[in-house]
């Protein structure tokens, strides 16, 4: 904040908020906030709704009830000068405080805690690492199940059986089982569809675990596939490959997309790679900072973030590989490890 010659944060980002007390809830409509000022005083604003947050001498936990003018009482916390609004924050709430403190100077800063959440702890990256090596398990529980040939959504309902079976509290994201032409959709809605032989059968999954997010896309083939289809694989399995010798500390986030990207534009491919490489993860499978050729930012040690290129050709199937990566002093460290070799599903 003091670089920044900000006076005030209204963090109102409920991961965020766990992240630096230890205290969450989803609050719905109604105003949750996490208030620091440059007096180096900090308040937690609940609802008594909510359940109580623990005392602590870092910061006053202030309760409201329903109606009553809780606004009021955040103006008069703020100190004078810049206060960082973060994005999330509904817009209603925001233009009601600049109703009542007219010179409230409002700016987004949410980069500074995206910023600072983007540098995962030694003891965040033993849970991140803990959670996609259960991933692992959970994946290739999956392509050991595909045998029977059931829907895509059959498949998303064994799923969230496998994960709860091992210690998840549930899916990081909604995942994708995509057969053939479904899979050239990057995010297809998983359905009633019935595998045919010789589709390539897009696997996207991730589950939270002690609340952080895993991530990880593997492609299969259910029975025989086709010439074609192996060959793009080959080429998607060489970008990820790509990708990944490209990461290391203090290199451009564009860079490492770039890399995996020319694979794919030196195939003939590259029209039908239609997304950036990849995104951050931690708490939210998806986290502020992305790996896309137009981001020059440059990677820094304890980041983590997928490695997902992938080629999608219409109306006929698409291929994905996706590894989660933690930038390490000499490179990164891989979190996934089910194979990235061909897998041919044996048709019953």
Not at 43 to 59: K, Q
Not at 128 to 151: H, Y
Not at 331 to 348: A, D, R, S, Y
């Amino acid at each position: 904040m003091n670089k920044h010659d900000i006076n005030n944060m209204i963090i109102t980002d409920t991961y965020s908020i766990r992240y630096l007390i230890g205290y969450y809830t989803q609050p719905g409509e109604r105003l949750l906030a996490f208030i620091a000022t440059a007096a180096d005083k900090h308040y937690l604003v609940l609802n008594n709704l909510f359940p109580r947050a623990d005392e602590n001498d870092a910061y006053s936990v202030i309760y409201y009830h329903d109606g009553e003018a809780i606004m009021e009482q955040i103006a008069e916390i703020l100190t004078d000068g810049v206060t960082s609004i973060d994005k999330v924050w509904p817009s209603h709430f925001l233009l009601e405080l600049m109703g009542i403190k007219k010179d409230l100077q409002p700016v987004n800063a949410s980069y500074i805690l995206d910023d600072i959440r983007a540098i995962k702890s030694d003891g965040e990256i033993d849970i991140m690492r803990e959670a996609s090596l259960l991933n692992d398990q959970v994946m290739e529980k999956l392509i050991d199940s595909l045998t029977t040939g059931k829907t895509e959504a059959e498949y998303a309902e064994e799923l969230a059986r496998y994960y709860k079976e091992s210690g998840h509290s549930g899916f990081a994201f909604e995942p994708i089982v995509g057969y053939g032409p479904n899979g050239a959709d990057p995010h297809h809605t998983t359905d009633d569809s019935l595998p045919n032989v010789g589709d390539p059968v897009v696997l996207d999954i991730g589950g939270m675990y002690k609340g952080y997010a895993s991530d990880m896309t593997r492609t299969v083939f259910y029975g025989e596939p086709s010439e074609e289809a192996m060959e793009v694989y080959d080429i998607v399995r060489q970008a990820n490959l790509a990708g990944i010798a490209a990461v290391k500390p203090g290199v451009p986030l564009s860079s490492i997309d770039l890399a995996a990207r020319k694979v794919i534009n030196d195939a003939g491919y590259g029209e039908y790679f239609t997304h950036r490489l990849g995104h951050f993860i931690g708490q939210e499978a998806h986290e502020a900072g992305d790996v896309s050729q137009y981001n020059d930012e440059l990677t820094k040690v304890g980041q983590v973030f997928s490695i997902e290129p992938g080629v999608y050709l219409p109306g006929k199937f698409g291929v994905r590989i996706e590894d989660l990566v933690v930038v390490t002093e000499d490179g990164c460290e891989v979190l996934n490890h089910v194979t990235k070799e061909p897998l041919i599903i044996e048709v019953n």
